[in-house]
């Protein structure tokens, strides 16, 4: 028997309103080709299992099903014939996902990684990559297409995103005291945000740096254009200075 991570495992989060709620017997799945399209009944079954666990997870049997399409969960009361509000799902966790996120679970401290779920950790490293995508060059990459050996980049940015997402929640002032015309205040908290900015933002110059000698397919070939409208062959021979306006320091280029 294969693991099949390329069609749905769908997954969702029960909220305790349901769960404490004995009339809530029956679920029912949505599945659309659009976020905000429409959405069909793809199966209906028993919210409970025999074992009387809640069910809060379903394989998608369609073999034509992919992980792009989008699907929503209802919890239905026959004996009244109600019908709740819809609850958002999420996809099984991916081999590469588990590895990032075992990693980064292991290299914070349980104050923000007790308030981390998986879902939780799969949203900051969605944002990771969405970040790295957006800098200049533009990319495209998803959680199977990125570069492998640029992971530590990845996984620096990912450790970014967990932290101020849980952050708000652990960061707080230790004390401030004032006495006559003196006060103090001890607030490690902000120094530490602080830093993190700075780290952050050296960040981006390193991964902006080596996006440019990636390439638009990802072969490290390179782009071989300058920053402009005029492409910039690079094979005449000579060498452009690096500290020309410093606006080529991004690149490396000869012509």
């Not at 199966?43 to 034509?64: C, H, L, Q, R, Y």
């Not at 990684?113 to 490293?125: E, F, G, K, P």
């Not at 980049?153 to 101020?164: A, E, G, P, R, W």
């Not at 952050?200 to 397919?217: A, C, H």
Request: without cysteine.
């Amino acid at each position: 028997m294969a693991l099949d991570f390329q069609h749905p495992i769908v997954n969702w989060q029960v909220p305790v309103v349901i769960s404490n709620n004995p009339l809530y017997t029956r679920t029912r799945v949505y599945k659309s080709y659009a976020e905000n399209g429409d959405y069909s009944v793809l199966a209906e079954f028993n919210s409970k299992d025999i074992s009387g666990n809640i069910i809060t997870s379903w394989a998608d049997p369609d073999p034509n099903s992919q992980m792009t399409n989008y699907y929503l969960t209802t919890y239905h009361q026959p004996s009244v014939g109600y019908e709740s509000d819809y609850l958002l799902t999420f996809f099984q966790l991916l081999p590469r996902e588990k590895r990032m996120i075992t990693m980064m679970a292991s290299s914070l401290p349980r104050v923000i990684s007790d308030y981390m779920t998986d879902n939780d950790y799969r949203v900051a490293l969605q944002f990771a990559i969405k970040h790295f995508n957006s800098l200049s060059p533009l990319t495209n990459y998803d959680i199977n297409t990125f570069p492998k050996n640029w992971e530590n980049l990845l996984f620096l940015d990912f450790q970014y995103f967990v932290i101020v997402s849980k952050y708000l929640v652990v960061s707080v002032r230790d004390f401030r005291t004032s006495i006559a015309n003196y006060s103090m205040d001890v607030d490690r908290g902000s120094k530490m945000l602080n830093q993190i900015d700075r780290l952050r933002q050296k960040q981006e110059q390193v991964m902006i740096q080596l996006k440019w000698s990636l390439g638009p397919d990802g072969s490290g070939g390179g782009y071989g254009m300058g920053m402009g409208t005029v492409q910039l062959p690079i094979s005449f021979g000579g060498s452009l200075g690096k500290n020309l306006m410093n606006v080529f320091d991004l690149m490396k280029l000869s012509f």
